[in-house]
């Protein structure tokens, strides 16, 4: 068993997007998991994928606020590990208070997947997560929650160095291997249009070896939720 079977049934929360919360299916799924006093809850944003994407900090700012008036959470802070690392990192989460939700944003995948790595922040998303946090990915966020990002390299959108800031082999499956807390399986979004056709899927799964796992295909506004040992797809 890997350590991606363990997560699925560690009781961990998940709200795993194509293109963030955007139906109402999702939305009152993560209002039901963040219970009956959301006032009392803090969220972790995470805004780095957002910014290799050319999204400014006041961009990332407006969207964690957002967020956290439509769900009436207590307090919402952008953290970005890539700037913020190790003990640092460790004191401001710290300093949230009860972490409710861990918020990881779009963007480019690779450089959100090297910076958590980089800065200790695998292990605090955890940590937190062990303690009730619920995890919501959109697009990058989703990826980078799965078994690989190496998803990305299906539809290769994704600058891969990061604007020349990363210098990695993301072909080595190590490297790219994800945060892998969806239950062992790896995540793929915006398959919309012709990546939503299944023979295009297999073929890339097939391409790039990912054959061995599952694989959960969503178009945007579709989501997929992990409660526990319960896991089902959302529109």
Request: no cysteine; net charge neutral.
């Given at each position: 068993e890997?350590?991606?079977e363990?997560?699925g049934?560690s009781?961990?929360r998940?709200?795993?997007t194509?293109?963030g919360?955007?139906?109402?299916?999702?939305?009152?799924?993560?209002?039901r998991?963040?219970?009956?006093?959301?006032?009392?809850?803090?969220?972790?944003?995470?805004?780095?994928?957002?910014?290799?994407?050319g999204?400014?900090?006041?961009?990332?700012?407006?969207?964690?606020?957002?967020?956290?008036?439509?769900?009436?959470?207590?307090?919402?802070?952008?953290?970005?590990?890539?700037?913020?690392?190790?003990?640092d990192?460790r004191?401001?989460?710290?300093?949230?208070?009860?972490?409710?939700?861990v918020?990881?944003?779009?963007?480019?995948?690779?450089?959100?997947?090297?910076h958590?790595?980089?800065?200790?922040?695998d292990e605090?998303?955890?940590?937190?997560?062990?303690?009730?946090?619920?995890?919501?990915?959109?697009?990058?966020?989703?990826?980078?929650?799965?078994?690989?990002?190496?998803?990305?390299f299906?539809k290769d959108?994704?600058?891969?160095?990061?604007?020349?800031?990363?210098?990695?082999?993301?072909?080595?499956?190590?490297?790219?291997?994800?945060?892998?807390i969806?239950g062992?399986?790896?995540?793929?979004?915006h398959?919309n249009?012709?990546?939503?056709?299944?023979s295009?899927?297999?073929?890339q799964?097939?391409?790039?070896?990912?054959t061995?796992h599952e694989?959960?295909?969503?178009?945007?506004?579709?989501?997929?939720?992990?409660?526990?040992?319960?896991a089902?797809?959302v529109?």
């Open positions: 890997g350590p991606g363990a997560a049934r009781g961990h998940l709200i795993l194509s293109d919360l955007t139906s109402g299916g999702l939305k009152a799924e993560f209002r998991m963040l219970g009956t006093s959301p006032e009392n809850l803090s969220m972790w944003y995470i805004p780095t994928a957002l910014i290799y994407e999204g400014s900090a006041a961009l990332a700012s407006r969207m964690a606020q957002g967020i956290g008036r439509e769900f009436k959470l207590g307090k919402v802070e952008v953290i970005d590990p890539e700037h913020v690392r190790g003990n990192l004191e401001r989460v710290d300093g949230l208070g009860k972490v409710g939700v918020w990881a944003e779009m963007g480019n995948t690779y450089a959100l997947r090297h958590l790595r980089e800065s200790g922040g605090l998303v955890r940590k937190l997560m062990d303690k009730g946090a619920v995890y919501v990915g959109s697009s990058a966020g989703s990826i980078v929650a799965g078994r690989t990002v190496q998803m990305a299906w959108w994704d600058d891969r160095s990061a604007d020349g800031t990363i210098n990695v082999n993301w072909e080595d499956p190590s490297i790219a291997r994800g945060l892998d969806a062992g399986r790896s995540i793929f979004p398959a249009g012709r990546y939503a056709n299944k295009w899927q297999d073929q799964a097939q391409r790039h070896g990912h061995d694989v959960v295909k969503l178009a945007d506004g579709e989501g997929f939720v992990i409660d526990g040992d319960k089902y797809p529109v």
